[in-house]
């Protein structure tokens, strides 16, 4: 199932509104075929792993395929993955969960037992955390949220208020590009449009062979935003204004296929996706800088907060989830418990 999640991971970001999904096929212990469903309206998972085992020469009837979410047993943009694997006579079937999606769950795991295949329902840990977006998207009505916060060790988001600045080294920018990868729209305050001036763009090496680009975002209350920003006159990626509440965007964003929307900034929007209960994941950059006296704290506070003090301001409690350094920063992984 790992080696499933590895090829699921190289879908993200491609594949929305549906799941990013990865399948192995598994013959005497060894992986002999693997594929993923790599763009919306493509082959599925199972279907790119048993042409790959074609490609490769490896026998199918008898073997194993693993796969991250439930085959699907009914006819959408592609035909039934279920009726794909039955045709190749596989024995066994592993799935990590099954798929919250209506019009799948336990449809297909039914079908395959019917027909004789051995299947096994793990509800693997991890691939309920990789499908967290799809299960939000689905159960709740509305599209998950990642918050980015970049904080210094006294807590502050920028130097001096006004001023663009970075907080945390380019090893953490790095790794923002690939979490933008990963979504379907990033979001930003109308005081950070204006004053940063972003493109909130996908940079090389994680943009090469995208086949989509995140939407770019600015929330603003009023609904009017500088037409002369950067955002709105490269052309890169779909920019949209919008003045909703953080309850009724999250749902408006759903409608239009938005699975995953990652909040950047600034204070004052990470304070209202808190406080409305919105935020599923924090993603905290802690930088070993001290901005001290003149800095903007990450609620917008002038006075010297402790580094975690937006964890304690959201009105949630928090478990750290993962932590990993990059350069001389250090990314903590929150999620609500």
């Given at each position: 199932?790992?080696?499933?999640?590895?090829?699921?991971?190289?879908?993200?970001?491609?594949?929305?509104?549906?799941?990013?999904?990865?399948?192995?096929?598994?013959?005497?212990?060894?992986?002999?075929?693997?594929?993923?469903?790599?763009?919306?309206?493509?082959?599925?998972?199972?279907?790119?792993?048993?042409?790959?085992?074609?490609?490769?020469?490896?026998?199918?009837?008898?073997?194993?395929?693993?796969?991250?979410?439930?085959?699907?047993?009914?006819?959408?943009?592609?035909?039934?993955?279920?009726?794909?694997?039955?045709?190749?006579?596989?024995?066994?079937?592993?799935?990590?969960?099954?798929?919250?999606?209506?019009?799948?769950?336990?449809?297909?795991?039914?079908?395959?037992?019917?027909?004789?295949?051995?299947?096994?329902?793990?509800?693997?840990?991890?691939?309920?955390?990789?499908?967290?977006?799809?299960?939000?998207?689905?159960?709740?009505?509305?599209?998950?949220?990642?918050?980015?916060?970049?904080?210094?060790?006294?807590?502050?988001?920028?130097?001096?208020?006004?001023?663009?600045?970075?907080?945390?080294?380019?090893?953490?920018?790095?790794?923002?590009?690939?979490?933008?990868?990963?979504?379907?729209?990033?979001?930003?305050?109308?005081?950070?449009?204006?004053?940063?001036?972003?493109?909130?763009?996908?940079?090389?090496?994680?943009?090469?062979?995208?086949?989509?680009?995140?939407?770019?975002?600015?929330?603003?209350?009023?609904?009017?935003?500088?037409?002369?920003?950067?955002?709105?006159?490269?052309?890169?990626?779909?920019?949209?204004?919008?003045?909703?509440?953080?309850?009724?965007?999250?749902?408006?964003?759903?409608?239009?296929?938005?699975?995953?929307?990652?909040?950047?900034?600034?204070?004052?929007?990470?304070?209202?996706?808190?406080?409305a209960g919105l935020v599923d994941e924090i993603l905290l950059?802690?930088?070993?800088?001290?901005?001290?006296?003149?800095?903007?704290?990450?609620?917008?506070?002038?006075?010297?907060?402790?580094?975690?003090?937006?964890?304690?301001?959201?009105?949630?409690?928090?478990?750290?989830?993962?932590?990993?350094?990059?350069?001389?920063?250090?990314?903590?992984?929150?999620?609500?418990?």
């Amino acid at each position: 199932m790992a080696a499933a999640l590895r090829e699921a991971a190289k879908g993200l970001g491609d594949t929305s509104p549906n799941p990013a999904v990865g399948a192995v096929i598994v013959r005497k212990g060894r992986v002999v075929a693997r594929g993923h469903h790599r763009r919306f309206g493509g082959p599925h998972a199972e279907v790119e792993a048993l042409r790959d085992a074609e490609r490769r020469g490896a026998p199918l009837r008898g073997a194993t395929m693993a796969v991250t979410l439930e085959p699907c047993d009914h006819f959408g943009k592609t035909p039934p993955c279920t009726r794909a694997i039955l045709q190749a006579g596989l024995r066994r079937v592993l799935v990590g969960t099954l798929d919250p999606h209506a019009i799948v769950s336990g449809r297909g795991v039914r079908r395959l037992r019917r027909a004789g295949v051995r299947v096994q329902v793990l509800d693997d840990p991890r691939v309920h955390s990789f499908y967290a977006p799809y299960r939000t998207f689905h159960q709740a009505g509305r599209c998950y949220v990642t918050l980015k916060l970049a904080v210094s060790t006294d807590g502050k988001i920028t130097h001096r208020r006004g001023r663009p600045s970075w907080i945390t080294g380019p090893e953490s920018r790095a790794e923002v590009q690939r979490i933008r990868s990963r979504v379907d729209a990033i979001l930003v305050g109308r005081r950070t449009a204006e004053i940063d001036n972003p493109r909130l763009t996908i940079r090389s090496p994680f943009a090469t062979g995208r086949r989509r680009t995140a939407a770019r975002i600015v929330l603003s209350g009023r609904g009017q935003v500088r037409r002369d920003l950067r955002i709105f006159r490269d052309g890169h990626a779909p920019a949209w204004v919008m003045s909703d509440s953080p309850d009724r965007l999250v749902r408006r964003l759903a409608q239009r296929g938005i699975v995953h929307l990652l909040v950047e900034g600034g204070a004052q929007t990470a304070r209202s996706f808190l406080k409305a209960g919105l935020v599923d994941e924090i993603l905290l950059f802690a930088s070993p800088k001290v901005i001290g006296h003149g800095g903007l704290g990450a609620f917008g506070e002038r006075h010297i907060d402790p580094p975690l003090s937006p964890l304690v301001k959201g009105g949630k409690n928090w478990r750290l989830t993962g932590e990993k350094k990059f350069g001389k920063d250090i990314l903590l992984r929150f999620s609500p418990m």
